[in-house]
C-alpha cells in the first residue's frame, strides 16, 4: 500500500498515519518527524531548517527533497508507505510524481482529511508529545493519567515549538497558500479520497478504511 495523507495542521495526519502503518505493516514516514529528528541531534540539515519550522514557515523544498527520497529507498518501503506531511508544495508533489515514476511505483490514494479551522488551532495548541517514545496527547482530548507523563513508557511530555498559538495559525495560513492546491492535482489523477477529520479518531479511522476499500 501506497498512500498519501493530505490536510492541514492538526487535522489528525499523523495518529492517523500510525494507525495505518501498523495495520498494514508498512513504515509511517513523516517529513515533520525526521526534521524534528535532524534538530534534536543538531545536524545540518536539522540546523537549516529549525528557523522555517519555529516561523511555522515551510522548509525549502530541495532539502525535503534529498531527504524523502533517500527515506523512500530504505529497503522498509518495499511493501509500501504511508506518507504524512509530503508532499506539501506543487514543486514538491511534481518531484514527487517523477520518484515514483523513476522506481515503477504508484499512489494507489490520497487522503485528504479536513475539519473546521478552530477546531485545529485547539487540537495543534492542546498537543503534547512523549519526549521518550513520541506517543502523542493532547490535554483537551486524550490526557495522560497523570499530568506531564507518558502512559507508554513514564516519560516527561512537551509542547513542540510551533504549537504556541500564534505559530499555529501561521501554519495553517502556509497550508491554505501552498499545501490546498495539491489536492486539484492529485484530482487530476483520480486519486483523492476526502474523509471528515472533526470526528472522535475511531470514527476518522473507520472512515479512512472505508474509502480504502472502495
Ligand atoms: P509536521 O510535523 O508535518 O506538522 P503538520 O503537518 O503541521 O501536522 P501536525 O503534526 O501539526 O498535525 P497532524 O495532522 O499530524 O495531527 P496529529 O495527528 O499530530 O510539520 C512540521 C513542520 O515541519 C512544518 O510546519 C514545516 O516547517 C516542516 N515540514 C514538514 N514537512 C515538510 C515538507 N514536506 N515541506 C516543507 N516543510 C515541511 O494531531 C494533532 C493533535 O490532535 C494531537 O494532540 C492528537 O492527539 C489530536 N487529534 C488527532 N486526531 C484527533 C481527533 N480526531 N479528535 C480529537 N483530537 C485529535
Redo the contacts with the bound molecule.
Keep these: 500500500m501506497r498512500l498519501m495523507l493530505l490536510?492541514?495542521?492538526?487535522?489528525?495526519?499523523?495518529?492517523?498515519a500510525k494507525l495505518l502503518a501498523n495495520a498494514h505493516g508498512v513504515p509511517h514516514i513523516?517529513?515533520?518527524?525526521i526534521?524534528?529528528g535532524e534538530v534534536r541531534e543538531g545536524t545540518e540539515l536539522g540546523r537549516r531548517?529549525k528557523d522555517?519550522?519555529d516561523r511555522?514557515?515551510?522548509?525549502p523544498?530541495d532539502l525535503?527533497l534529498a531527504m524523502f527520497e533517500s527515506r523512500l529507498d530504505r529497503a522498509d518501503t518495499r511493501a509500501g508507505f504511508i506518507a504524512?506531511?509530503?508532499?506539501?508544495?506543487i514543486p514538491?508533489a511534481e518531484a514527487f510524481d517523477k520518484m515514483l515514476a523513476r522506481r515503477g511505483l504508484k499512489l494507489d490514494a490520497v487522503v485528504t482529511i479536513e475539519a473546521p479551522l478552530e477546531e485545529l488551532v485547539r487540537?495543534?495548541a492542546?498537543?503534547?508529545v512523549c519526549r521518550q517514545c513520541g506517543a502523542?496527547?493532547?490535554v483537551y482530548?486524550?490526557p495522560p493519567k497523570t499530568e506531564g507523563v507518558c502512559d507508554v513508557c513514564g516519560g516527561p511530555l512537551y509542547q513542540r515549538d510551533?504549537d504556541h498559538e500564534e505559530t499555529v495559525r501561521r501554519?495553517q495560513e502556509?497550508y491554505r497558500a501552498e499545501t490546498a492546491p495539491l489536492i486539484a492535482h492529485y484530482e487530476a489523477q483520480h486519486l483523492v479520497r476526502p474523509v471528515d477529520?472533526s470526528?472522535?479518531?475511531e470514527a476518522?479511522t473507520a472512515a479512512i478504511q472505508k474509502v480504502l476499500a472502495r
Excluded at 490536510?7 to 492517523?16: A, D, E, H, L
Excluded at 513523516?30 to 518527524?33: F, R, V
Design positions: 490536510g492541514p495542521p492538526g487535522v489528525g495526519k499523523g495518529t492517523q513523516s517529513t515533520g518527524d526534521l524534528r531548517a522555517h519550522m511555522g514557515a515551510l522548509v523544498d525535503i504524512d506531511g509530503f508532499p506539501r508544495t514538491q487540537r495543534s492542546g498537543r503534547r502523542p496527547y493532547n482530548y486524550q510551533d501554519r502556509v477529520g470526528q472522535p479518531v476518522v
